[in-house]
């Protein structure tokens, strides 16, 4: 199923070191979900991860991005997981495409250690993010 729309609105960041940033996203191809669904990306800084909550009520099936700090300025892009209800959707591909533009917009560098991660990158090379990634 193709990912039809894809946008990002940025939410200001509290200047507190542990704040969380939401990323809004709206995919009209997401067929589980109703057509309008806007599902949020949400950056745990403190847990070092991107997650969407995908039930709507905060509870469970939630997909999940890890990453870690190498040094101050690079990270590894550890793993990826969604729920198998939701696999194949694009979910992956929102949060791939979410830390990816964390990567730029924070100025770093990244080892990826998830294979979805790289494929992400390696398909999407009219985005730019290959000149981030350490081999």
């Known amino acids: 199923m193709a990912l039809r729309k894809l ?4 939410c200001a960041l509290n200047s507190r070191p542990h704040s969380v940033k ?17 599902l ?13 909550n995908l039930d709507g009520e905060g509870h469970q099936d939630g997909a999940v991005l890890r990453y870690k700090f ?13 729920p198998e209800s939701f696999r194949g ?20 560098k990244a080892h990826i250690s998830c294979w979805y991660i790289k494929k992400y990158v390696e398909e999407n090379t009219l985005l730019g ?5 350490i081999s």
């Open 129 to 133: 993010y290959k000149d981030l990634i």
């Open 70 to 82: 190498t040094s101050k300025n690079e990270v590894d892009l550890l793993s990826t997981y969604v």
């Open 22 to 38: 939401v990323l809004n996203t709206h995919m009209s191809a997401f067929s589980v979900l109703s057509p309008n669904t806007d």
């Open 89 to 108: 959707k694009g979910v992956a591909t929102l949060l791939s495409k979410a830390a990816m533009d964390f990567l730029v917009e924070e100025n770093l």
């Open 7 to 10: 946008i990002f609105r940025v």
């Open 40 to 52: 949020r990306v949400k950056h745990d800084r403190h847990n070092l991860c991107f997650s969407i």
